[in-house]
């Protein structure tokens, strides 16, 4: 079964560092979201994206944060300057467009920020 | 705005007992539902989902759940529940954005099972 992959599984970095967190959608998706979840808590929204922009953003994703797409194949989530609270386990997911079948979750980067 | 409720942060059942987690959720049309299961830093794994049609849905893992519209709840049973179902449980309510878009996935807090032998 296609799956969504997202890389690295894992990322360590420090306080006012850059960030890209990389993810893998199915091959013919066409709608892309990340969602983010701090330890302990509930899985929130960040942003999704759809014909190469963002269709929604809620009001964690700000300036710091930004998503492309590059090469068709990518689909990636860069914070710029990383505070300590942006810890995290970062979920991207994907749906193909047209007859709705629900969303398909990759299985996560954890970013520690130190 | 869509909502969602999980009344319950940690429920605990002995192995073998019957399970009900309980979500209840805020949209104003038909909504798309979910529940997810997590297990400590692992992935959302998807149990089963709503969009339309029978209100008894079946999931994996031998977990069901009802919609009901009338009290705005989805709520996800087994019926003997296994040492291995102890996990995270998230309810998440999910709706067309418009036009030909999909909006935002909205997750309740989460409900944190436990299973004694």
């Known amino acids: 079964e296609p799956e969504v992959t997202q890389t690295p599984s894992h990322q360590v970095t420090q306080m006012g560092q850059e960030v890209i967190l990389r993810c893998v959608p199915i091959?013919?998706?066409?709608?892309f979201y990340w969602y983010r979840q701090i330890l302990g808590q509930k899985v929130e929204f960040l942003v999704s994206f759809y014909n190469n922009e963002i269709s929604e953003k809620s009001e964690i994703f700000d300036d710091q944060f930004s998503v492309e797409r590059p090469d068709g194949s990518n689909f990636t989530l860069k914070i710029r300057s990383t505070k300590l609270e942006d810890s995290a386990m970062y979920f991207c997911a994907s749906i193909p467009g047209g007859t709705f079948y629900g969303y398909t979750f990759g299985s996560g980067t954890r970013l520690t920020v130190v | 705005a869509q909502s969602v409720t999980q009344p319950d942060i940690h429920i605990t059942v002995s192995e073998g007992a019957s399970l009900e987690l309980r979500c209840n959720y805020s949209y104003g049309a038909t909504p798309y539902l979910f529940w997810y299961v997590q297990s400590p830093g692992q992935g959302l794994q998807l149990l089963l989902k709503y969009f339309s049609g029978d209100t008894l849905v079946q999931g994996i893992k031998g977990f069901e759940a009802e919609f009901k519209r009338s009290q705005s709840s989805f709520n996800l049973r087994k019926p003997s529940v296994h040492w291995s179902d102890a996990a995270e449980y998230f309810c998440?309510?999910?709706?067309?954005?418009?036009?030909?878009?999909?909006?935002?996935?909205?997750f309740g807090q989460g409900t944190i099972l436990t299973v004694h032998p």
């Open positions: 091959s013919n998706h066409l709608y």
């Open positions: 998440a309510v999910g709706a067309r954005a418009g036009g030909t878009s999909y909006g935002k996935l909205t």
